[in-house]
């Protein structure tokens, strides 16, 4: 005996049928009611073009969750490479202001064992109140007719050091005055500290300086031969 569905029934079971999860038999079934009914070829109708709607509202909406999580990605790509420069330039900065050569105050620095050897020779000892490393550097320079010697000092200032400061004696110098390659003749030797005129004379030419003692040439003689 054929058993004809009810409407109530056909239209709960319908959003399964539209989705394609109900059986073959179940299918046929349905589609005999709809042959003949109206009301749920109707429900039928309006069922399909809500599920329809709803879908594409779906997909509409994935895609813009799409749309932001890119733009989201993208700020994050953004902030990421401002922040990596960021963190450079301040590190580079720090190393900059932390990690170069500050020239050596001439009140940091002292000249002291100045006097002349029996060769005319200029001796002189440099100390200097630093934090731990410092170059030493003596160039000569053309000046006038003659040649200056410019005495400089450079720290080696490292910002997180803990290092104090601490007096740091230079190796003793002596200072040919004639200058065999240019034949030119010192006329003075100078510490230069932070500018031109931040300046120790150590010897200038016609200065009335000591002669060296017996000590000191034999002391000369020695350094000389150790060469
Ligand atoms: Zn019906």
Request: proline share 3%; glycine share 4%; with cysteine.
């Amino acid at each position: 005996m054929e058993q004809r569905l009810n409407c109530n029934f056909v239209q709960d079971i319908l959003p399964n049928y539209i989705e394609g999860l109900t059986s073959d038999i179940t299918n046929k079934a349905i589609q005999e009611h709809l042959a003949t009914c109206v009301d749920c070829r109707k429900a039928l109708d309006s069922m399909t073009r809500e599920m329809q709607e709803t879908k594409g509202m779906k997909v509409v909406q994935q895609k813009q969750i799409n749309f932001l999580k890119k733009i989201k990605r993208k700020q994050w790509k953004i902030a990421g490479i401002n922040v990596f420069i960021s963190v450079i330039v301040l590190f580079g900065a720090l190393y900059f202001v932390s990690n170069r050569d500050f020239p050596v105050s001439s009140t940091n620095v002292t000249i002291s064992q100045v006097y002349q050897m029996n060769d005319g020779s200029i001796h002189y000892s440099v100390s200097a109140n630093v934090k731990g490393y410092i170059s030493y550097i003596s160039r000569i320079f053309p000046s006038g007719d003659g040649e200056s010697e410019i005495i400089r000092i450079y720290e080696h200032r490292r910002l997180f050091s803990n290092q104090s400061k601490g007096i740091v004696l230079l190796p003793e110098k002596w200072s040919s005055l004639p200058d065999s390659n240019a034949n030119k003749e010192k006329t003075v030797i100078y510490y230069e500290g932070t500018d031109k005129n931040d300046k120790i004379i150590v010897w200038m030419k016609g200065m009335d300086i000591p002669k060296a003692t017996a000590e000191q040439e034999a002391n000369y003689k020695n350094f000389r031969d150790s060469k």
